[in-house]
């Protein structure tokens, strides 16, 4: 079974920062586009950001200004570099990856207190 591996998630203060990061099996082919999702408690999943294999990058209107999609193409691996987190950005943040077909990580918690 193929399995994204997410990192970085944790507790920050508001105003602080995280930097999550997904690694991307290379059994894994024709990517088109990598994100990050995230669900916060009763709330549906929603879209964060995503980048294409054109570095062509997409964000949420609450992540913009704030928040940065990168990829590191020799270590196939995307991350989310999260600046100024608020409160309400606490959430399981997911890495998803498309091609062929679809994937997500097991989901990693982004927590910042108030």
């Known amino acids: 079974q193929v399995q994204l591996m997410e990192s970085g998630g944790g507790l920050v ?38 980048i294409t294999k054109g570095d062509t990058t997409e964000y949420a209107d609450s992540a913009k200004g704030r928040f940065t999609i990168s990829r590191d193409n020799a270590k196939n691996t995307v991350y989310l ?19 062929f077909f679809q994937y997500w990580g097991q ?6 207190s108030s």
């Open 107 to 112: 989901g990693t918690q982004g927590t910042v």
């Open 13 to 50: 203060q508001a105003g602080g920062s995280l930097r999550l990061s997904c690694a991307v099996p290379r059994n894994i082919v024709s990517i088109n586009v990598m994100g990050w999702y995230r669900q916060a408690p009763g709330k549906q999943r929603e879209l964060v950001a995503t």
């Open 81 to 99: 570099q999260m600046n100024s987190l608020k409160p309400d950005d606490t959430a399981v943040y997911y890495c998803n990856v498309r091609g």
